[in-house]
């Protein structure tokens, strides 16, 4: 099984921060990488696809990249709205698997 | 617009069995694959299984195989997941998600998902 290591798994930030999550394949996956925001009591909502092609909708700030085992979510400057906790997902292989997630938090 | 409605969570006891209905509209349901998310209370998400558009491909994560059954009837626009065996750790929300058409460099793969039904395994 392909494990997708997020980091941090935590972190507090302040509204204008860059923010950076990471995530990491144990092995390859190409672009087969999405991002996904989820809030507290909502249903998870996809900001990339492909790794760094961004969802329609979601705004500019968000931005992905990297490609084979490493990939990161940058947030250019966190608004009020964005605390959340962001998760990757890999689909280049069965079982298809989440990474354990970064909350993000204010400080 | 898409729609997932997820429907028959609820409280069954350890051993026991629960099948749960994903009804969908607002696409051509036939010509995707549909998957099962599921999310522990206060835990990540954890992909379970999915399910090609005949209904001739299935995939599931370990930790449920031999226990669920994922099928759907697209004729009703609908997927279902038959839990049997349940234990406490399969209680989470179990969000019915779209998946691809045909790849994942198709764009639109899981951006849609429903609400999530609770099941709780406990007695």
């Known amino acids: 099984d392909i494990q997708m290591t997020q980091s941090p798994s935590a972190m507090s930030a302040s509204v204008g921060d860059r923010v950076t999550i990471t995530c990491r394949a144990s092995q390859g996956i190409s672009n087969y990488l999405a991002w996904f925001q989820q809030k507290p009591g909502k249903v998870p909502k996809r900001l990339i696809y492909a790794a760094s092609s961004l969802q329609s909708g979601v705004p500019s700030r968000f931005s992905g990249s990297g490609s084979g085992t490493e990939f990161t979510l940058t947030i250019s400057s966190l608004q009020p709205e964005d605390f959340a906790t962001y998760y990757c997902l890999q689909l280049k292989s069965y079982p298809v698997t989440f990474g354990g997630g970064t909350k993000v938090e204010i400080k | 617009e898409v729609q997932l409605v997820e429907s028959g969570g609820g409280l069954v006891q350890p051993g026991g069995s629960l099948r749960l209905s994903c009804a969908a509209s607002?696409?051509?349901?036939?010509?995707?694959?549909m998957t099962w998310v599921r999310q522990a209370p206060g835990k990540g998400l954890e992909w379970v299984t999915n399910i090609n558009q005949h209904g001739t491909d299935k995939h599931y994560v370990d930790s449920v195989k031999g226990r669920f059954t994922v099928s759907r009837d697209n004729a009703k626009n609908s997927v279902y997941l038959q839990m049997n065996s349940l234990r406490a750790g399969d209680t989470a929300v179990y969000f019915c998600?779209?998946?691809?058409?045909?790849?994942?460099?198709?764009?639109?793969?899981?951006?849609?998902w429903g609400q999530g039904t609770l099941v709780t395994v406990s007695s």
């Open positions: 998600v779209r998946d691809t058409r045909h790849d994942y460099s198709d764009p639109d793969y899981y951006d849609s």
């Open positions: 607002g696409f051509t349901f036939s010509t995707y694959w």
